[in-house]
Every structure is written in structure tokens, then in C-alpha cells.
């Protein structure tokens, strides 16, 4: 069983940064792919971002992001405290919404998860 555990949601001013982390307790993330995802008022929970935790003996790194935060958000990892952050930048109003931690060992962003989070609140100003 993994627990995921969100943190560093707040308000925050167009423009502005904040960075979202995902800490999972009762076991480690190897072996999954770990995911965030958002969801606003009365909107579709979104993909987006995603990364592997482990890479094999190259421990490379496979990332992927949802189209409307491609080249503002940053999804890394953290292996040596089994933590996944996620760096947004240059947020927008629209960016505001629940961001979800998520994590499994396929294809997380597919939106079906073996784990969720409790979600942490981001509000972007205008």
C-alpha cells in the first residue's frame, strides 16, 4: 500500500511559481511511474505531468507534461526522499484548480491509478 502525500498548494499571484511535492509513506515509488494531475471547478481532471522513478542501470529519466504546461512546469524526483516535486512557473489564473500526486506502474498519466493523493488547492490571481 503507498500513501501519497501532497504538499505546497497556496495562493499565489499571475506569474508567480510555487512547488508542489508529493512524499509517499508506507512503501518507496520504486517500481512506479508518478503522476500529477489538477482538476478545476466543474472541469475534467487534467493530466499534467508525469516521470519514472526508476530508470534502470542508466537511471535515466523519462518525463512527460500536458500541452498547456509544456515549458512552465518541471516534474523531478527525489529518489533519496522518496519524494516527486513539481515546479510551476509563470502561472496563469487557469493553472488554479486541485492538483492530485498519483502514482502506478504503467502508463500514470492514462488517468487510472493504482494510488491518488488527497490533493492540495492552488489559486492563481489575476
Known amino acids: 500500500q503507498v500513501q501519497l502525500v501532497e504538499s505546497g498548494g497556496g495562493l499565489v499571484p499571475a506569474g508567480g511559481s510555487l512547488r508542489l511535492s508529493c512524499a509517499a509513506s508506507g512503501r518507496s515509488f520504486t517500481g512506479y511511474n508518478v503522476g500529477w494531475f489538477r482538476q478545476a471547478p466543474e472541469n475534467e481532471r487534467e493530466f499534467v505531468a508525469a516521470?519514472?522513478?526508476?530508470?534502470?542501470?542508466?537511471?535515466?529519466?523519462?518525463?512527460k507534461y500536458g500541452d498547456s504546461v509544456k515549458g512552465r512546469f518541471t516534474i523531478s524526483r527525489d529518489r533519496a526522499k522518496n519524494t516527486v516535486h513539481l515546479q510551476m512557473n509563470s502561472l496563469k489564473p487557469e493553472d488554479t484548480g486541485v492538483y492530485y500526486c498519483?502514482?502506478?506502474?504503467?502508463?500514470?498519466?492514462?488517468?487510472?491509478?493504482?494510488?491518488w493523493g488527497q490533493g492540495t488547492q492552488v489559486t492563481v490571481s489575476p
Open positions: 498519483a502514482a502506478d506502474r504503467g502508463r500514470v498519466e492514462l488517468g487510472r491509478p493504482e494510488y
Open positions: 516521470i519514472n522513478w526508476s530508470g534502470g542501470y542508466t537511471n535515466s529519466v523519462y518525463s
